[in-house]
């Protein structure tokens, strides 16, 4: 009953449309697409490794707190 609301619902259709817009307009055209810290992007299927260096390159360009 839930998934029925939310896809009848307009302003649910509205913030999804806006948000695949954004996407969109971020070159990303397939899935599965992760973004890091709203800078970095790894696109696809990627082994382990990928994901940690990416953590390790993002985590030395953020100042220590």
Known sequence: DE???I???ERA???ISD???NVQDLGIH???FYI???KYG???????EVFIKTI?????????Q
């Open 36 to 38: 890091f810290n709203s």
């Open 30 to 32: 397939a899935v599965p």
């Open 42 to 48: 790894v696109s696809g299927a990627q082994p382990p």
């Open 19 to 21: 948000a695949e817009k």
């Open 7 to 9: 896809m009848t619902d």
């Open 3 to 5: 998934a029925e609301k």
């Open 56 to 64: 390790e390159d993002i985590a030395r360009e953020v100042p220590a």
């Open 13 to 15: 259709a509205t913030i």
